[in-house]
């Protein structure tokens, strides 16, 4: 019965998404946390109170880990406030730190779900390459001394797309039980010129991510662009299903959550 | 004598210049301040004895404001200190925090100063387009709401180009007996794509720049984008060698010190 009626409770309530971008690096990940550890969650919720005036529990399309950022996060969350939701991306710059920014904000059907609605996301993951690190990126890239073949990289890349079976690239001791089947739509790298940092980004669009994926997939690809694994090896990575076989998790601080699509 | 025998010894020692880049956000500028204010030039001193073991002493070509950032502001020292100059870098990076990041070294003869030799230099200013704020770029760009009409800015800055007096350009309340005359080479407005974020960069390059000259340009560029003052305006601005006439300075964070040269 209770359920019931804050079912119905909900239901009358707006549900409201937003789209959020944030610097991750003085955050412990999206998802929330006990204090006196801070996530961008806790941070969202609280100060989303003061605009709504009530509580706000919200559901995102992405639980970035500690030191991962986010251009393109999606949230949604049901309330009873009645800001318009035009003015919400400016009522939260004036509260939120500067580091996390709601960029947009819309009201959803109810049915909507951050999380569960999320169609496909995007992933990005840079790498500062040279010898030199660059402080105007650093929070924001993996800095590689050591040259890259990039013809690899791209061709190893390319392997990876399609409907399969990515074990290979969960968690290493991560959830064992959960379907590792996802669907990767495209797979690319490119180079990007940022604060003058020579920039090197994998991007990976893909109908879902398991637990470390894009970072243990980047991580498969250094390896080929240092020439510690072929280009054939990667593909028996990936066949094998087995996530022993992969280097060490990249580090969080080059990735992004860019985009999701609903 | 003593003068004369503390220039001999510094004759003796060698002179080493770095490159250094810097994300100044965390800085109270980089010229030296006496605790507990900290100065680019306090960390870089400080932790740059650790590796010569003597006493370090630098000369910089810019002295950046608080918040302001650099990717080539150049500086040089004299040392007994035998490190090679190509393993600095490297030694440098292990013992500086990762905001401040030392490119290059390399020695340079007896009468190289990093001040007094620089022959021209490059600021990039730095303007994030857009109703949201971009949390991976805010720290290095100043975010403008409104709509910027950016063919009038690049006539604009057209108008700066030559030897000029700047005095309409000099900090507010500055020092009144300065010689405001410099030249500037190129003043160019262009686009970037940072990290997601609209970037507008104006593109300084002058013989030197009065204090504050870059900031006081970019708030007058900007009040012509905003189409507070016209393009004709702005040259009876320059004219008229009154900086009581422009907007207040741009803020610091959009600034970087970007190259040097000798």
Known sequence: MRSEHKQEMKLRRRN???????????????????????????????????????????????????GVHAFGQVVNFFTDGRIDV???????????????????????????????????KIYLYRILRGSASNPLVNRFAWHIFRPLDV???????????????????????????MNPVRTIYA????????FSGDILTIKIHASGFLYHM??????????????????????????ARDRSLLPATAPAQGLCLQEVFY
Chains 1, 2 share one sequence.
């Open 16 to 66: 409201i998404a937003l789209t959020v971008a944030y610097d991750g690096t003085n955050y412990n990940g999206f998802q929330w946390q006990s204090p006196p550890r801070v996530a961008v969650q806790n941070i969202l919720e609280e100060r989303l109170e003061k605009i709504f005036g009530d509580k706000i529990e919200l559901a995102a399309a992405g639980r970035t880990d500690a």
């Open 151 to 177: 013809e690899a990289m791209r061709k190893a890349l390319t392997l990876l797309i399609g409907t399969k079976d990515y074990s290979s690239f969960k968690a290493a001791g991560g959830a064992p039980n």
């Open 187 to 194: 797979a690319e790298i490119f180079n990007e010129n940022l």
């Open 86 to 120: 035009e003015r919400i991306p400016l009522a939260a710059s004036s509260i939120l730190p500067s580091d996390i920014v709601v960029r947009e904000a819309r009201e959803v059907d109810k049915y909507f779900s951050a999380l569960h609605s999320a169609k496909s």
């Open 214 to 239: 894009a970072r243990n997939i980047t991580a498969g690809i250094v390896a080929v662009g240092r020439q510690r694994l072929s280009v054939d090896e990667f593909q028996k990575i990936i066949d």
